[in-house]
């Protein structure tokens, strides 16, 4: 009987209201602060999220009076009421996915420089849209943590203003396929865990940054025929069988060019159809494949070994 009762507790647990959200929660809130509860905002009854865009129903989100929260997707769209979104949370926003594409205002992440923990597969983080917006990402670290797919999306800059500050956008999970599609814009630092599996990271569109870190082992790929330009690359591997592979993401269609602007130097490299330029730069123990220029390429002093490469 005892064991019968701890198991109808156990279900009790799971069937719980607050085990878990899954909540899609949209701004109505117009000028106001995004912080932990759902008032104070312009929408009915003085709500700032709701449960459809521009509706009058409180989202169910897992924060105070139904704010989003862990498990829970966040829009700021056309219905938001436009005019400033400043976030306000103290510490670190842990959410699904972000999507303010169609948002006419400002996204302001600044003022109090939250980090972001972005959990969903594939547009964890959506800007893509043609609404007349700008977003501020301040000094905080957005994490991209799905470990299947991870896209930072702003593939139709259209109207929007992107203020990359001193910001992080950190890409975690080491099976995903990784992917920054920036639209031309200019980002901070990008930095890109060790990858396992399949995982792999992907410029898919001509991007510039301050700063790209990447751990190994790893595959970096650029979509063929972009330039991907970058003021201090920090990347290498380890060994022979741990390096960091820089590769067009369609060798066979033709090179992906990196512009790095400080001299670079790094180690157990390989490279495929990659075209580099700017600064001086120099490849040690590492392996140049097929169409590789603008960089010297120094072979192991001993062994042998291949790189992880993608496409063919």
């Known amino acids: ?6 198991l109808f507790l156990l ?6 209201p607050n085990a878990a959200y899954a909540a899609s929660c949209f701004w109505v809130g117009g000028t106001a602060t995004w912080d932990t509860t759902n008032t104070g905002g312009g929408g009915a009854g003085g709500i700032k999220w709701a449960s459809a865009s521009g509706g009058a129903s409180a989202c169910a ?4 009076g139904g704010s989003p929260s862990s498990g829970d997707s966040a829009t700021v769209d ?16 842990t959410l699904v996915n972000i999507d303010f594409g169609a948002f006419t205002g400002t996204l302001d992440f600044a003022t109090n420089n939250n980090s972001v923990t972005l959990t969903g597969s594939g547009n964890a983080f959506n800007g893509s849209g043609a609404g007349t917006r700008t977003i501020n990402m301040g000094s905080g670290t957005w994490t991209l943590s799905n470990t299947s797919s991870a896209f930072f999306t702003i ?3 259209t109207g929007l203003t992107f203020n990359a500050n001193t910001s992080t956008v950190a890409f975690t999970g080491a099976a995903a396929q990784k992917i920054l599609l920036g639209s031309g814009k200019t980002f901070n630092a990008i930095t890109v865990a060790a ?17 790209f870190t990447a751990t190994a082992p790893n595959t970096i790929m650029a979509n063929q025929g972009i330039t991907t330009t970058i003021t201090t690359l920090n990347v290498s591997g380890t060994s022979a069988s741990a390096p960091i592979t820089f590769a067009s993401n369609s060798p066979t269609n033709g090179t992906t060019a990196f512009a790095v602007t400080n001299n670079f130097t790094g180690s157990w490299l390989s ?14 123990s590492s392996f140049g494949f097929s169409n590789v220029s603008g960089i010297t390429v120094n072979a192991p ?4 070994g291949g790189g992880r490469i993608i496409g063919g």
Do not use: E, P
């Open 155 to 157: 593939s139709n800059s």
């Open 1 to 6: 009987m005892k064991k019968l009762f701890g």
């Open 78 to 93: 056309g219905s938001s009421g436009g005019g400033t979104v400043t976030v306000n949370f103290g510490g670190l926003i």
């Open 301 to 304: 002093s001993a062994g042998g």
């Open 271 to 284: 490279l495929l159809y990659t075209v580099w330029s700017v600064g001086a730069h120099t490849a040690n």
């Open 11 to 16: 279900a009790l647990a799971f069937l719980a």
């Open 195 to 211: 990858s396992s599996g399949n995982g792999f990271f992907t410029f898919g569109q001509a991007s510039t940054m301050s700063s």
């Open 61 to 64: 989100g897992g924060g105070t």
